[in-house]
C-alpha cells in the first residue's frame, strides 16, 4: 500500500520514537568466544530497578521481562501513559555477556528511564540519540561502581575491565550506536570521574 506523504512522515516518527526508547543493538554477526555462563536469568531476576518522579518522589517499579524473540538486546519503554515502565531483553544475547556486563545493560536500560529518555514522546536527532546512549553508559558504570544509595558498589576494577572488554568485543556499533570499543573508553573515563 502506497503510504501518503503524511502517512511516511508519521510512519518515520514512530520508527524514531521507537528507537528512542533506546534499544540496543544485537550483535547477531558476532559469534560467542566462551560457553554461556550458567543460570544467567539469576542475576536479572534480582536486578531492580526504580525510578522517582514528581514532588512526592513517588517510586514507579520497573518490570525486567525476558524476550526470545526481541530483535536486540535489550531496550527500555514505557507504556500505559508513561506508568508502566519496562526493561526488555533477548535472552540468549544476554547469555553472550558475563555476568557482570550483563548488569551493566540493565543499569544502562534503567538509566534510560532515570534520565527520563523514555519520557520523550517526539522523534530526536541522531546527535541526541547519541548523547542519551553516552548518558546512560556512564550513569550505568557509576552506579554500579558507587552502588545504590546506602548499599555497597556492585562491581570493582576488575567487573569494570570485564564489562569494557565485553563492549569491546560484542558490540559493532552503527548508526547512532558507537563501536564497543569506543564506548569502553567512555566508560573508563566515567568511571575514573567517579574514583572507580
Ligand atoms: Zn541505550
Redesign the pocket.
Known amino acids: 500500500m502506497k503510504l501518503s506523504k503524511l502517512g511516511d512522515k508519521a510512519v518515520h516518527a514512530m520508527r524514531r520514537l521507537l528507537v528512542a526508547l533506546?534499544?540496543?543493538m544485537a550483535a547477531f554477526a558476532v559469534s560467542a568466544q566462551s560457553a554461556p555462563p550458567p543460570d544467567a536469568d539469576a542475576l536479572i531476576r534480582a536486578f531492580a530497578c526504580r525510578v522517582l518522579v514528581g514532588k512526592g518522589r513517588v517510586v514507579l517499579p520497573v518490570s525486567v521481562i525476558s524476550d526470545p524473540k526481541l530483535t536486540m538486546l535489550s531496550?527500555?519503554e514505557r507504556l500505559a501513559g508513561g506508568t508502566q515502565l519496562n526493561i526488555i531483553y533477548n535472552p540468549k544475547l544476554m547469555n553472550r555477556y558475563r555476568a557482570v556486563s550483563r548488569l551493566f545493560w540493565l543499569e544502562?536500560?534503567c538509566a534510560?528511564h532515570t534520565l527520563g529518555?523514555t519520557l520523550r514522546t517526539s522523534a530526536v536527532s541522531d546527535a541526541q540519540m547519541g548523547q542519551?546512549?553516552d548518558a546512560?553508559?556512564c550513569t550505568a558504570i557509576q552506579t554500579l561502581i558507587k552502588g545504590l544509595p546506602g548499599q555497597a558498589p556492585m562491581i570493582d576494577a576488575a567487573g569494570r575491565r570485564v564489562i569494557e572488554a565485553d563492549l569491546a568485543r560484542l558490540m559493532p556499533g552503527g548508526g547512532y550506536y558507537k563501536p564497543g570499543t569506543v564506548r569502553a573508553r567512555h566508560i573508563e573515563a566515567c568511571a575514573q570521574a567517579v574514583g572507580g
Do not use: K, M, R
Request: include cysteine.
Open positions: 533506546c534499544g540496543i531496550l527500555a544502562h536500560e534510560h529518555h542519551d546512549e546512560a553508559d
